[in-house]
Nanobody, 122 residues
Framework: QVQLVESGGGLVQAGGSLRLSCAAS????????MAWFRQAPGKEREFVAA????????YYADSMKGRFTISRDNTKNALYLQMNSLKPEDTAVYYC???????????????WGQGTQVTVSS
């Protein structure tokens, strides 16, 4: 089983950047697909990006393509999300998740972190 802890959230102005990290513990991290989701107040949890366990293939929601980059370092048991050109509509709690394969629906992931708040001011 994998345990996940996110960090790196905060307050940033529109157009700025943030890098989120997700520290994983547990022997199965290197064999788990990983993903980032986000949830804004009053909205459903939304897919952001996913990456295969090898790190060779990644997937993005259309609105994040070209602005966000997901990556992982299996030697450090870490997942990252580099977010550039942030917009006020990117404001949400961001969660990392682990699962058997890299999908875009939250039901495909069985382990979740507690989330980190990202607030983008206009």
């Amino acid at each position: 089983q994998v345990q996940l802890v996110e960090s790196g959230g905060g307050l940033v102005q529109a157009g700025g950047s943030l890098r989120l990290s997700c520290a994983a513990s547990g022997r199965t991290f290197g064999r788990s697909a990983m993903a980032w989701f986000r949830q804004a107040p009053g909205k459903e949890r939304e897919f952001v990006a996913a990456i295969t366990w090898t790190g060779l293939t990644s997937y993005y929601a259309d609105s994040m393509k070209g602005r966000f980059t997901i990556s992982r370092d299996n030697t450090k048991n870490a997942l990252y999300l580099q977010m550039n050109s942030l917009k006020p509509e990117d404001t949400a709690v961001y969660y990392c998740a682990a699962g058997p394969r890299a999908g875009s629906t939250w039901r495909e992931y069985d382990t979740w972190g507690q989330g980190t708040q990202v607030t983008v001011s206009s």
